[in-house]
Structure formats: structure tokens, C-alpha cells
């Protein structure tokens, strides 16, 4: 007998599949082709080849911004996993106010990052900021948060009175700022991915470990961390993805990537050779190399993912 093929599913996916193409993949095709031209906002321009990816590889401000992106990857992404983790254990434990614990946690997730941004660069303020109040109770002394170009390892030592070379100086005391919004700002979406990950652990293997004379360490380390692997590289996946997108921080709470450039993520200058200097094939060439990293780093995470849960 002969099976009818049905259309009818495919209809129901359409909406979304226009959308996709309209704001997706139709804009990712036409930036690889901008990339190839001097293009601006107001003209096409000359088809130029490589040109624009080979200024691209000279130009020290694109590898400032990235190395800044790096940073914030680096730091961002293992807080952002072991942090959630542990809030996720603690609320694991809770047995009463389990919602209102997970909406109190949740709540910056789904609140703007615009208005989460410019509350946190309050907090920073050098004068009158919750940040540097809070130091001056502990006894140390006022930070400029948002406007220190030092590096956060390079402060530390100097505090010490043990001078370090600049390459080893980190990220500057703004971008680590900045990192430290980004990663509270995840802790709620992350903290509940982890909690639906835990609660589907059977308690079976914890009863058993307790029979075996396991403490709670060694079943943290031994049972929760491995069966909850396929929720970790989620986590890690979507931490890096959105960290390497980060935008609306850099252009609320600083001034135009500073100081020195020291915030100014690849994004933002894509933004900035894009919109301000009106380079769209050079910004799309940006963006085009910026696809390629994400892309890579995504493959090469599937594939660990693979070979850990093989």
C-alpha cells in the first residue's frame, strides 16, 4: 500500500521557517557578500576581494577587541557553570518555597539587560556606588570600577608590591566589571537548567552510595557531576555562544569600549566600524570571522560532548 505524504505538518513550521530566512540566514548570506565589497550605508561601492579581511588581520584594534572576548569567554564561562551548579544543589535541598525560590532566582534572567545595565553601572559609580561602600566597610579602598584600564592580576600584585609583565596583567578592572553583570545575569536561566537536570537523577543511586559508606562529596563528585555531564555541556555551549555575543553591556555602561579599549568586545566593534564609521563590508567581514569562532568552538564542544557521553 502506498503511504499518502502529508503537507499539512509542513505548514505549521512555515511561519517560523520564514522568519528564519528573513532575519537569519538571508542576512548571514548577504553579509558574506558585503564582506567582499566597499560597501557603505549609503553606497554599494567596488567589489574589493580579500581586501577587507586582510585589513582585518592588521588591524590591532580587532585583535584587542578579541583578545577582550577571550577574556570575558574564560572567566565567564566557568563561573557561569560552577556557580549555577552550586545554587542549583542548595535549592535542590529546599522543601518548602521551592517557586518562590526559583522565581527570586530566576527574575534578572528575564529582566532587560538594558535596565540591569545601567542599575550595575550605579552600583559601580566611584562616588556613592554600592560597590566601593561596600569595600570602604571592609577597609579597603575605593575602586574605579568602570574606569581602570589596569589589569585585574596586574592591580593584585601591584597591591602586593611585586611588579608582573603586561601580557600577564588580564583583563582590565572595567572588563572584569563587566563580567562579573554577565555572569549574574545568567546565574537564574542556568541555576533552573541545572535544577530540572538534578531532579531527574533517580534517588536510587544516592541510597545506594549512602549504603556504601559514600559521603555527600564523593556522591556530589561521583554520582551528580557525571549524570548531569549532557545538562554541563549545554550550559557550556549556550555560556559560550552568548558570551561571545556580548553587547548591550559594553555600549550602557561604558564609553565606547573604554577606558583604552580595554571593554571593547568584538561585537561592539563590529557595531562601531559598522554603524559609526559606516564600513559595512568591513564590519561584515568582522562578523563573517566571528561566525567561523563561534562555529568552531561549537563543533569542537559537540564533538567532546560525543566522546564523553560515548
Known amino acids: 500500500m502506498k503511504t499518502k505524504y502529508k503537507y499539512e505538518p509542513y505548514l505549521y513550521i512555515l511561519p517560523a521557517l520564514v522568519l528564519l530566512l528573513l532575519f537569519r540566514f538571508i542576512p548571514i548570506l548577504l553579509s558574506f557578500v558585503i564582506s567582499f565589497f566597499d560597501f557603505g550605508i549609503t553606497s554599494i561601492g567596488n567589489f574589493i576581494g580579500f581586501q577587507n579581511y586582510n585589513k582585518l588581520?592588521?588591524?590591532?584594534?580587532?585583535?584587542?577587541?578579541?583578545?577582550?572576548?577571550?577574556?570575558?569567554?574564560?572567566?565567564?564561562?566557568?563561573?557561569?557553570?560552577?556557580?549555577?551548579?552550586?545554587?542549583?544543589?542548595?535549592?535542590?535541598?529546599?522543601?518548602?518555597?521551592?517557586?518562590?525560590?526559583?522565581?527570586?532566582?530566576?527574575?534578572?534572567?528575564?529582566?532587560?539587560?538594558?535596565?540591569?545595565?545601567?542599575?550595575?553601572?550605579?552600583?559601580?559609580?566611584?562616588?556613592?556606588?554600592?560597590?566601593?561602600?561596600?569595600?570602604?566597610?571592609?577597609?579597603?579602598?575605593?575602586?574605579?570600577?568602570?574606569?581602570?584600564?589596569?589589569?585585574?592580576?596586574?592591580?593584585?600584585?601591584?597591591?602586593?608590591?611585586?611588579?608582573?609583565?603586561?601580557?600577564?596583567?588580564?583583563?582590565s578592572l572595567a572588563l572584569f566589571s563587566i563580567i562579573i553583570m554577565t555572569v549574574w545575569k545568567s546565574l537564574g536561566y542556568n541555576t533552573i537548567i541545572y535544577?530540572?537536570?538534578?531532579?531527574?537523577?533517580?534517588?536510587?543511586?544516592?541510597?545506594?552510595?549512602?549504603?556504601?559508606?559514600?559521603?555527600?562529596?564523593?556522591?556530589?563528585?561521583k554520582i551528580t557531576v557525571p549524570l548531569i555531564s549532557p545538562t554541563t555541556f549545554y550550559v557550556l555551549l549556550m555560556t559560550t555562544i552568548t558570551s561571545f555575543q556580548t553587547f548591550a553591556q559594553v555600549y550602557m555602561m561604558t564609553d565606547k569600549g573604554g577606558p583604552l579599549g580595554t571593554t571593547k568586545l568584538i561585537v561592539y566593534y563590529i557595531y562601531e566600524k559598522g554603524f559609526d564609521d559606516l564600513q559595512m563590508g568591513y564590519a561584515s567581514a568582522a562578523a563573517l570571522i566571528l561566525f567561523v569562532v563561534i562555529?568552531?568552538?561549537?563543533l569542537m564542544q559537540r564533538r567532546l560532548e560525543s566522546k564523553v557521553n560515548y
Do not use: H
Open 57 to 171: 588581520f592588521v588591524d590591532p584594534e580587532f585583535w584587542q577587541s578579541m583578545m577582550n572576548t577571550v577574556w570575558l569567554v574564560i572567566i565567564a564561562v566557568p563561573l557561569s557553570i560552577i556557580i549555577p551548579l552550586i545554587f542549583a544543589v542548595l535549592l535542590n535541598q529546599i522543601k518548602w518555597l521551592k517557586g518562590f525560590f526559583r522565581t527570586i532566582y530566576f527574575m534578572p534572567y528575564v529582566t532587560s539587560l538594558v535596565a540591569v545595565s545601567i542599575v550595575w553601572k550605579i552600583i559601580y559609580a566611584e562616588e556613592g556606588g554600592l560597590a566601593n561602600a561596600f569595600l570602604q566597610w571592609l577597609g579597603f579602598q575605593p575602586l574605579k570600577w568602570l574606569a581602570e584600564p589596569k589589569g585585574i592580576f596586574t592591580l593584585l600584585f601591584n597591591s602586593l608590591g611585586v611588579s608582573i609583565p603586561s601580557w600577564l596583567g588580564g583583563p
Open 195 to 221: 535544577l530540572s537536570g538534578l531532579q531527574n537523577i533517580s534517588k536510587v543511586y544516592y541510597e545506594a552510595a549512602e549504603i556504601d559508606g559514600a559521603n555527600k562529596w564523593k556522591q556530589f563528585f
Open 295 to 298: 562555529l568552531g568552538l561549537t
